[in-house]
């Protein structure tokens, strides 16, 4: 069996004729949209297009992929369609204060609704004021207390003639008209009077002042009707005047605002100004210094607040549907809040402290979230998702929808909801949010998932030079040489870990471009360059390998025990991935393997001590029924084998080592020593078949800085799944190595072109009558699993006769 070595030029996909040609990005056209997310921009077109309830959109994807850029791009573009926002103010609930009201007007009308009733109330108070101290208003009224004034006194007349007969006399005092009893001399008795008199004579008084009661109860009556009378004809009088007055005013602001809510709410207002006339009379007190009327003058200015309009929504500055973008959705800030003020020592509120939150404020538009921010808070998300399922907004306090007891009894009108609504978050808590809440799938039907690369195509990489060149436009950074383009679309494909693909995480191109600036600036450069695209990402890389550089010290100082050359039974050269944040890199590992006659199979040391997790675990199990596939058809499968990563101390996940564990076995089975100089990775199936892993440039680098400390022999090299061809993307330096033949790079798709490569031996394969060729890997595997076999056989026999002797 031949297996190709990889040629250095498989090695790395160098971008040459995918850029066009251009001196700098200067040359190019920015960037309009967003690259290769055509999936996903799609998805978001259309949930923003369509009308119906429910197609709200949650926007899946990893953080760096462009998600919160793009969707406030769009959505800003889709605005710039829409009408604007209406305005929205509470007003006064005059039938039930409790329940204030809810209006809404074109944008811009709030805020002069505001000012035309504010200024409609002082004009109407002052107008009042002067009507009521008018001369004229003081002579109709005049001519009202002239009218009570003289039947009053044809009244009193009868009465004083009445209380003669009982010898008595009325008179006016503080206390109202009392009767007062008569001396022989006609006059009215002093309090003297009472002093010396005799019981029996104030007796007598007492029993006729009663009856004078009795026989005056009809013309007291008539006093009190006339009274009444009066009151009524001043209260129709100030009606009359109140109604010139407010009807002038009101019916301008009608005119101007032709709404039926204004309209249904100014006839109340109309109402209740001439109810209540008596307060925008004339203040006698205004003047007056007695701190006892500080609290009649508050109850005043509480009074004229029923006027005030809260402007709620002010549109009066958009020019477009609103764009809101949320970053901080508390339940207040969401959805609205009541405020309270401290008034002596008492929390106390009223409509105007009604607050609107984001969902008010994007009615008619757009509100974006990042879902994480959002699920925070319980309460926050359940508000959300019941103005969403009623296409409403109502105001409630948080400790309401707690079951708490709450001090404001105010509960606003609710405001109907037209909104789409756009979440932001990742695909583990959306596929969470759809299992787990009912009304999730309901009301967000829309998908929009960023994946995190894209196909290297030339219209991609035409499409990364503009991205680039915008970014220069945008960010006010130099400029880039078509050379330093090129090695930002190599390095986009080596974060993507694929040759044919480029990486989405825009975020981490940005970086890119933003340090070069910096390297050119210090350099005095005037434009990027390739050496400045270099300098970026060694500095980067310096700054975050420390623990690989010590961990190269280990090997260097052999600390770290791993063999370079030579060859040995039972011993093989894994790799895996070491990740430290934003860097990671490959480090090998030594396995060791030991295998003897016994019935308990493979032993996962790792697993024993609990250092290993489940995918690794899952690896060993594959690798155990590979064996009894390949070699326990005919016989019982009579193994064990212990397998460790030696001087790993840290826990181990992943199946990229259970082909590098399966030659190490095949290796201590057949007694063929394995060669040192070559590491290996890759997962396997039961059947035999190499499979893919990731990670695989920086296990290729891992353990070629390894060999660069011991020192090249030309015989290093690294085994890879022949499917992970595509995704190399190798540094410089290694690929010159290999172009020198200093270092080699397998490519297998089955353990036997692996387990050939690693000993020089055959493989083997079974001919017509099921044997394997002698001297191959395979036959010496299998003869080594039949001695084990009929070893315990013979045991077990053994021990049979023992027992039949006894």
């Known amino acids: 069996m031949t297996v190709k070595e990889l040629s250095y030029k498989q090695l790395k996909n160098y971008c040459s004729d995918e850029c066009t040609q251009f001196q700098t990005t200067a040359d190019l056209k920015p960037l309009e949209g967003i690259i290769g997310q055509d999936r996903a921009t799609k998805a978001i077109d259309f949930g923003l297009n369509i009308k119906k309830k429910g197609y709200n959109i949650f926007v899946s994807g990893i953080s760096g992929t462009g998600r919160s850029s793009y969707i406030q791009l769009i959505t800003n573009k889709k605005a710039e369609d829409k009408p604007i926002s209406r305005d929205w103010v509470y007003v006064y609930n005059f039938k039930n204060p409790d329940n204030p009201l809810a209006i809404d007007l074109e944008a811009g009308n709030g805020k002069k609704f505001q000012k035309a009733v504010e200024n409609t109330i002082v004009f109407i108070k002052k107008e009042m004021e002067n009507t009521f ?149 004339s203040d006698d007190n205004k003047n007056n210094k007695n701190p006892f009327l500080a609290f009649q003058k508050k109850s005043s200015e509480n009074f004229f607040e029923r006027y005030q309009i809260n402007l709620f929504i002010d549109n009066s500055d958009k020019s477009q549907a609103p764009v809101v973008f949320e970053t901080n959705p508390t339940y207040n800030n969401l959805l609205g809040n009541i405020e309270y003020e401290n008034e002596m020592g008492v929390l106390k509120t009223n409509f105007t402290k009604i607050k609107p939150g984001s969902l008010h404020g994007a009615n008619g538009g757009y509100l974006i979230m990042n879902v994480r921010d959002l699920l925070e808070n319980i309460y926050t998300w359940k508000g959300l998702m019941r103005s969403l399922q009623n296409d409403e907004i109502k105001i409630e306090s948080m400790q309401s929808m707690m079951g708490y007891p709450v001090t404001s009894a105010l509960k606003p009108e609710a405001i109907p909801l037209d909104i789409k609504v756009i979440l932001i978050g990742d695909p583990r808590t959306y596929s969470i949010l759809y299992s787990y809440d009912e009304q999730f799938p309901k009301l967000f039907k829309i998908r929009a998932d960023f994946d995190i690369e894209m196909d290297r195509t030339k219209d991609n990489v035409l499409k990364m030079q503009s991205f680039i060149a915008s970014h220069c436009e945008k960010e006010n950074i130099r400029h880039f040489t078509r050379e330093a383009v090129c090695k930002v679309v190599e390095h986009s494909s080596r974060i993507a870990d694929s040759q044919k693909k480029l990486s989405s995480r825009f975020n981490q191109i940005v970086e890119i471009l933003y340090e070069a600036d910096a390297w050119a ?12 695209i270099e300098k970026t990402i060694k500095e980067k890389i310096y700054r975050n390998n420390m623990y690989e550089e010590k961990t190269l010290e280990y090997f260097e100082d052999e600390i770290y025990l791993l063999d370079v050359e030579g060859e040995k039974i039972g011993e093989i050269n894994g790799l895996a991935v070491v990740g430290t944040g934003e860097y990671s890199f490959g480090k090998p590992s030594k396995i060791t393997v030991s295998t003897y006659r016994g019935k308990s199979g493979l032993i996962n040391i790792e697993r024993e001590a609990r250092t290993s997790g489940k995918i690794h675990d899952k690896g060993v199990m594959i690798i155990n029924g590979y064996l009894g596939y390949k070699y326990a058809q005919e016989k019982p499968l009579a193994l064990s084998a212990s397998i460790v990563f030696e001087q790993q101390y840290s826990g181990i996940d992943g199946d990229s080592a259970s082909s590098t564990e399966l030659y190490a076995i095949m290796s201590s089975l057949s007694g063929k020593p394995i060669k040192q100089s070559i590491a290996v990775t890759g997962s396997v199936n039961q059947r035999g078949m190499v499979q893919p892993i990731g990670g695989v440039n920086q296990k290729i680098e891992g353990f070629y800085k390894v060999c660069k400390i011991k020192g090249f022999n030309g015989e290093q090299g690294v085994i890879i799944p022949k499917q992970n061809v595509n995704d190399l993307m190798l540094k410089e330096e290694v690929i010159e190595a290999v172009k020198e033949g200093k270092f080699h790079i397998y490519a297998v798709g089955t353990i036997e072109e692996g387990i050939e490569i690693l000993t020089g031996v055959q493989a083997g394969k079974k001919d017509d009558k099921g044997k394997y060729p002698k001297g191959t890997i395979h036959y010496l595997v299998d003869k080594k699993l039949h001695e084990y076999y009929r070893s315990i056989k013979q045991k077990n026999e053994d021990k049979k006769d023992v027992k039949k002797d006894k």
């Open 133 to 281: 101290t008018s001369k004229e208003y003081e002579r109709k009224k005049g001519m009202i207390i002239k009218e009570l004034n003289q039947e009053s006194e044809s009244i009193m007349n009868e009465l004083n003639e009445l209380a003669k007969e009982y010898g008595f006399t009325y008179t006016n005092t503080d206390r109202g008209l009392i009767s007062v009893p008569l001396k022989e001399d006609g006059t009215a008795m002093k309090e003297e009077d009472f002093r010396d008199m005799e019981k029996e004579v104030y007796e007598k008084i007492q029993s006729k002042s009663n009856d004078l009661n009795l026989a005056s109860i009809d013309l007291f009556k008539k006093l009190r009707d006339i009274q009444d009378e009066f009151r009524e004809k001043v209260k129709e009088l100030d009606t009359k005047e109140a109604n010139k007055i407010v009807k002038l005013h009101i019916d301008k602001i009608k005119k101007a605002f032709k709404n039926e809510k204004v309209k249904k709410y100014l006839k109340e207002v109309q109402k209740d100004i001439v109810d209540n006339v008596d307060m925008f009379k």
């Open 521 to 532: 600036e210090q350099d005095g450069s005037d434009k990027i360059e390739l050496k400045h």
